[in-house]
């Protein structure tokens, strides 16, 4: 789906430079975001190799706190609470790291306290995301696909309660321009990963913080094929185009980074 945009071809807004600054893995320099103590919120945004992902961290962080995904608020805020109370013992420093499913209005309770977290995420392709958690919620590892297909027994029921750009709602709330989007992502984020470069990723996540561990690359339960590669119909295709303008502009801009 074509973009039509104000800005002549190849500009960049302030926004957009200020963004690859601080993201880009050939512009960051290494250790810049390194703190022995610190506590890093690591938002797994769904089908975007969060397993993976999980099992590197685990490796090189000094505690690993998972989110559950049963009861993710309360859940957030305990394990924040343990996270925070260990960061007080100044004498032993650590590295902690808490993982799940979490959002935007989890991550405020706690900025709007002005504490020193970090926020890290992965993003991908977003009709790769929808069609690979499609798939994942009708198949037999998901504990309710029975009632998911049932609700939405197609990939076009699905694509019409997508909510608009999921994955940037998720990483900053409400926003009212895509510069407003990445100003609050500026402001929050200290990484931001694509799945599809995720080893990349991974090694500019480990050199940026910091982190004496190598970030081994797990593929699991992740598609090697895209869903631009497989038969998606047209139908679904623009539903989810026109609902994830935003999060599609995201992840270009984030996939040049590491391209």
Same mark, same amino acid.
């Given at each position: 789906?074509?973009?039509?945009?104000?800005?002549?071809?190849?500009?960049?807004?302030? $926004?957009?430079?200020? =963004?690859?600054?601080?993201?880009?893995?050939?512009?960051?320099?290494?250790?810049? &975001?390194?703190?022995? %103590?610190?506590?890093?919120?690591?938002? !797994?945004?769904?089908?975007?190799?969060?397993?993976?992902?999980? /099992?590197?961290?685990?490796? $090189?962080?000094?505690? =690993?706190?998972?989110?559950?995904?049963?009861?993710?608020?309360?859940?957030?805020?305990? /394990?924040?609470?343990?996270?925070? &109370?260990?960061?007080?013992?100044?004498?032993?420093?650590?590295?902690?790291?808490?993982?799940?499913? =979490?959002?935007?209005?989890?991550?405020?309770?706690?900025? +709007?306290?002005?504490?020193?977290? /970090?926020?890290?995420?992965?993003?991908?392709?977003?009709?790769?995301?929808?069609?690979? %958690?499609?798939?994942?919620?009708?198949?037999?590892?998901?504990?309710? @696909?029975?009632?998911?297909?049932?609700?939405?027994?197609?990939?076009?029921?699905?694509?019409?309660?997508?909510?608009?750009?999921?994955?940037?709602? #998720?990483?900053?709330?409400?926003?009212?321009? =895509?510069?407003?989007?990445?100003? /609050? #992502? +500026?402001?929050?984020?200290?990484?931001?990963?694509?799945?599809? @470069?995720?080893?990349?990723?991974?090694?500019?996540?480990?050199?940026? !913080?910091?982190?004496?561990?190598?970030?081994?690359?797990?593929?699991? +339960?992740?598609?090697?094929?895209?869903?631009?590669?497989?038969?998606?119909?047209?139908?679904?295709?623009?539903?989810?185009?026109?609902?994830?303008?935003?999060?599609?502009?995201? @992840?270009?801009?984030?996939?040049?980074?590491?391209?």
């Amino acid at each position: 789906m074509s973009q039509v945009s104000s800005q002549a071809p190849g500009t960049k807004t302030v $926004a957009e430079t200020a =963004f690859e600054a601080r993201f880009s893995p050939r512009l960051v320099a290494t250790d810049t &975001y390194h703190d022995p %103590n610190d506590v890093i919120l690591f938002m !797994h945004i769904p089908k975007t190799a969060g397993m993976s992902v999980g /099992k590197a961290l685990q490796a $090189a962080f000094d505690i =690993f706190h998972p989110v559950s995904w049963e009861n993710t608020n309360q859940s957030f805020r305990n /394990k924040t609470r343990q996270a925070l &109370y260990r960061r007080t013992d100044e004498a032993n420093p650590c590295r902690q790291v808490l993982m799940g499913h =979490f959002a935007w209005s989890d991550v405020m309770y706690w900025r +709007n306290q002005e504490l020193p977290l /970090k926020c890290a995420t992965i993003i991908r392709d977003p009709l790769d995301r929808f069609v690979s %958690n499609y798939r994942y919620n009708t198949s037999d590892k998901h504990p309710q @696909h029975a009632e998911f297909t049932a609700r939405f027994p197609t990939l076009e029921a699905y694509a019409r309660v997508l909510p608009y750009d999921y994955q940037l709602s #998720l990483m900053t709330g409400a926003f009212y321009s =895509f510069d407003h989007a990445l100003e /609050k #992502l +500026n402001a929050a984020y200290s990484f931001i990963g694509v799945t599809e @470069h995720l080893g990349a990723s991974l090694q500019h996540f480990r050199r940026s !913080h910091g982190l004496a561990t190598e970030l081994a690359e797990h593929r699991e +339960n992740t598609g090697h094929q895209s869903a631009s590669a497989r038969k998606v119909p047209d139908a679904v295709r623009n539903i989810v185009g026109e609902k994830s303008r935003n999060d599609a502009r995201l @992840h270009q801009l984030v996939s040049r980074c590491y391209a």
